[in-house]
């Protein structure tokens, strides 16, 4: 995951990319260290869908979306 993401980031084609991670790190200078690295969000594992879903309406506006609340 980090070597991946540190390898994207590298890359100016892939600016726009947002990346959420599936960790099982729970230290917070960690999740800070990524953070810095350039993630847009991350999940704890094992995750569980709704917080999936949540994470996803939470970071829809930063991507551009508009989430349907009905």
């Known amino acids: 995951g980090k070597e991946f993401l540190k390898t994207i ?3 100016e084609r892939y ?8 960790t099982t790190e729970s230290s917070k200078s ?3 260290k990524m ?4 993630i847009t969000g991350y999940l704890m594992k094992p995750y569980q869908t709704a917080k ?3 994470l996803m309406t939470q970071l ?3 991507v ?3 989430v349907n609340k009905e």
């Open 64 to 66: 551009g979306y508009e």
């Open 52 to 54: 999936v879903i949540d």
């Open 15 to 22: 600016d726009d990319v947002r990346v959420i991670m599936q």
């Open 35 to 38: 953070m810095e690295l350039g």
């Open 30 to 32: 960690e999740i800070k």
């Open 60 to 62: 829809a506006p930063i």
């Open 9 to 11: 980031r590298k890359d």
